[in-house]
Each structure stands twice: as C-alpha cells, then as structure tokens.
C-alpha cells in the first residue's frame, strides 16, 4: 500500500507538470509512461519518476526529438543505462538535417529575390497563364 501513497494519480501529475491528462494518456498508450495501477474509481496512478520523465520529453520534443526517438531513449534507461550517447548521435543528426534545410532556404531565397527584383508586369492576354512572372522559368 506504500506504493499506492507514493502514486500520483493523472489529474495531480497533469495539474503539477502542465501537460494535459489526453496528451499523458497518449504517452501511456506509445509506452513513454507506465501508469503503477488504478485507484479504485478507475482513475490511473503513477510513480514519483513520472515528473521527471515528462520533463525529459518535453524538451526533447522542444530539440526536435520524435515521439519515435524519445521512446528509443526512454527504453535504453528503463534497462539502466544512461542513453546519452545515443541521443548525441541523433542530435548530430539534427544538426546535419538543419544545415541541409538552411541550405535549401538560401537557394530559395535567392530564387525569390530574383523573381522580385525582376518583377513587371506585363499584360499577356494572349496565354491562358495565371501569373507569367512565377510561371516562367
């Protein structure tokens, strides 16, 4: 019954960690949180940890981290490891798809500004053409 004192149930965990009880019943259901039991009205109890373990994926959600990813983590802890180097390795990753994207908004940008820089209108009645600017290439 030691445990049952100790278990927080999901209206105090989602009240304490300003996740909302759905988002916390849908991280249950994809095994991110084990709930300890039920109270005897049905409603789900977890352990002291489960603060900590909110915590951790809200900011590796906030690094860009998936569900997916975060739960890989979550499992290498779970069988007492730390998951640190893992985590590494996928932030790296990030870091090698973001300096992808930013590579790929220059040249967009560049087409853009020379779509703009170049910008007159000239009245084409003879085409069926919503805009000829952007449709030329």
Sequence with gaps: MLAQAEAKQIGVVAKESGVP????????????LKSSGRTEGGFRLFNSDVLERLRFIKRAQSLGLSLSEIQEFLNVHDSGELPCDHIKIKLEEKVKA????????????????????????KPDNNHSTICPIIEHD
Excluded at 21 to 32: A, N, P, Q, V
Excluded at 98 to 121: A, F, T
């Design 21 to 32: 009880i759905k988002t916390i019943r849908y991280y249950e259901e994809l095994g991110l």
């Design 98 to 121: 973001i300096d992808e994207q930013m590579q790929q908004l220059l040249i967009l940008r560049q087409e853009l500004s020379g779509l703009i820089s170049g910008w007159e209108i």
